[in-house]
C-alpha cells in the first residue's frame, strides 16, 4: 500500500473528507472497496466527470478496490441542480445512456488483478424496493432538517420554482447505494465532487444509522478556471468524453489553450505523470512559457488518456497541418472536419466552382478579408494561401482539384499569413 491520501493532497483533490486521520490510515494499512458514481442524464460523460474517474484510477493502482456504479435509477430521477427541475428522460433513453456511459468508464479502471473493478448499477436493488419498504427501511433514517440544509435543495425551496418530491429524495437513493454496496462488497469509502458532499454524507450516515459502521467519504473541489469561467466549457459548449460530441481534435486544443495561471494545476488533476515529473515541467515552463511545454503535455496525456494515442497524433497532425507544417491531405476527413469547423467560414457554390471562382472572392467570402481589393493585395504581398499552397496570381481561381473532403462534405482551407486562417465550404 502507498500513502494515497497524502498524494492526492499534493494533486489538490481533497476538498474535504470524513475524519481525514481515519481516512488516511485505512489508504495505507488496508486495501479498501471504494466507490464512484455516475448518472446516465446525458449520452456522454464530460471534462468534470473526469476529475472522479481518474481520481478512481488513482485509488485502484495504489491497491484499492473500485466499484464504478452507473446510476440507471437514480438517473431516472436526476440530481437536484440550483437552476431548476431536471426533465426526465424516457426509461429507454435512460438505458441507452447506461450503456454508453459503463463504456467510457470501462476504458479509465483495470478489470483484471487482486484488486479489479466491478461495475455496478443501482437500478438492480432499487427497481425491488417497493414505496412501503423504501420509506419504512431507509426514508426514516432521513431527518428531513438535515435534507432541507443541503445546499442545492435549500436554494431551490427559496425559489419561485421550488424542489418537486421526486429530486428531493435523491439523496436518500444515493444513501441507500451506498448502504448496499456496503452490504453486498464491504464498500467503506464514496468519493465524489464537493457539490456531491451531502449526498456523499447521507450515505455515510444511513450506514452509521443502520449498521452501526463507520465509512468513509472523500469529496475532490470543483475544478476552475483563473479567469473566472466555468472549467470544461468552450464557446462552442461542453467538452465532453465522446468523440462524437466533442472530436477528439477539438479535445486536445482545449488543453493547449490552457492559461499559463492554470496548466499546473491541471496537470496534477488529470495527469497520471508523477509529481516530481511534473515539478520539472512546471520549471522548465516558468524559465520558458512561450515554449508551452506544459500546455503541450497537458494536451498529450489527457488525450491519450480518453481517446487513444492515435486519436492524439492525428489531433496534433491537424494543427500542424492547418498551418503549414504538415499534408492536408494526408489527414482523414473527420480529423479534417474537426480541425476547420472553428473558422471563420462562408460558402461558395458549386455552380461558383464551375464556372472558376476568383481565389480572392472565395478570400472574401471566408471573412478573413473585408474585401476583394485586401485580398488581392494579400495575394501580391505573397501572404496568401489556399491548402497552405502560396497563390502567386491574382487571377487565380479555385477548381474541384482544391476542395477537401470532409464527413460534411467539401472544404477549401485558406490563411492569409502566418496565424489568420478560414474556409468556405462547398455546397449544392
Not at 234 to 255: I, K, N
Not at 332 to 358: C, H, I, K
Not at 359 to 368: E, K, L, P, Q, Y
Amino acid at each position: 500500500m502507498t500513502d494515497i491520501f497524502s498524494e492526492l493532497k499534493a494533486r489538490g483533490l481533497v476538498a474535504v473528507s470524513t475524519d481525514e486521520t481515519a481516512l488516511q490510515k485505512a489508504l495505507a494499512e488496508e486495501s479498501l472497496t471504494y466507490y464512484v458514481g455516475f448518472d446516465p442524464t446525458a449520452p456522454s460523460l464530460h471534462m468534470g466527470n473526469l476529475v472522479q474517474l481518474l481520481t478512481a484510477a488513482r485509488l485502484q493502482r495504489a491497491g484499492h478496490n473500485p466499484l464504478a456504479l452507473v446510476g440507471g435509477a437514480t438517473g431516472l430521477i436526476g440530481d437536484p441542480r440550483m437552476s431548476g427541475e431536471r426533465t426526465l428522460n424516457p426509461r429507454e433513453v435512460v438505458e441507452e445512456w447506461v450503456a454508453k456511459i459503463r463504456a467510457q468508464v470501462e476504458k479509465f479502471l483495470d478489470f483484471d488483478g487482486p484488486n479489479a473493478a466491478q461495475i455496478v448499477n443501482n437500478l438492480d436493488w432499487t427497481s425491488q424496493l417497493s414505496a412501503i419498504d423504501f420509506l419504512r427501511d431507509i426514508g426514516k433514517h432521513f431527518p428531513v432538517n438535515r435534507m432541507l440544509a443541503k445546499e442545492s435543495v435549500s436554494a431551490r425551496l427559496n425559489s419561485e420554482a421550488g424542489i418537486s418530491f421526486t429530486e428531493f429524495s435523491y439523496q436518500i437513493l444515493q444513501g441507500n447505494d451506498y448502504l448496499e454496496l456496503n452490504r453486498r462488497y464491504g464498500c467503506s469509502l464514496q468519493t465524489g465532487g464537493s457539490d456531491q458532499w451531502g449526498n456523499l454524507t447521507s450515505g455515510v450516515d444511513l450506514i452509521r444509522r443502520v449498521e452501526q459502521k463507520s465509512v468513509h467519504a472523500l469529496a475532490t473541489p470543483l475544478i476552475t478556471k483563473a479567469d473566472g469561467t466555468k472549467f470544461g466549457k468552450t464557446e462552442s459548449g461542453t467538452v465532453w468524453l465522446d468523440s462524437s460530441l466533442t472530436s477528439p481534435y477539438a479535445f486536445s486544443q482545449f488543453w493547449l489553450n490552457a492559461d499559463d495561471r492554470d496548466v499546473v494545476k491541471y496537470l496534477k488533476v488529470f495527469s497520471l505523470r508523477p509529481l516530481d515529473e511534473i515539478d520539472a515541467i512546471e520549471a522548465e515552463f516558468t524559465a520558458a512559457p512561450h515554449t508551452r511545454v506544459a500546455q503541450k503535455a497537458l494536451a498529450e496525456d489527457v488525450t491519450t488518456l480518453v481517446h487513444g494515442r492515435q486519436a492524439y497524433e492525428q489531433a496534433i497532425a491537424a494543427a500542424s497541418a492547418l498551418f503549414g507544417g504538415g499534408e492536408l491531405t494526408g489527414l482523414d476527413s473527420s480529423t479534417l472536419g474537426a480541425a476547420t469547423s472553428e473558422l471563420p467560414r462562408g460558402e461558395v457554390s458549386t455552380t461558383q466552382l464551375a464556372e472558376g471562382l476568383p481565389v480572392a472572392d472565395a478570400f472574401v467570402a471566408s471573412g478573413i478579408v473585408k474585401s476583394k481589393g485586401e485580398a488581392r493585395r494579400a495575394i501580391k504581398d505573397g501572404g496568401a494561401y489556399v491548402n497552405n499552397v502560396k497563390v502567386a496570381d491574382q487571377e487565380q481561381t479555385l477548381t474541384s482539384d482544391d476542395v477537401l473532403s470532409t464527413e460534411a462534405g467539401g472544404v477549401v482551407l485558406l490563411r492569409r499569413g502566418k496565424k489568420t486562417l478560414g474556409a468556405v465550404d462547398i455546397v449544392g
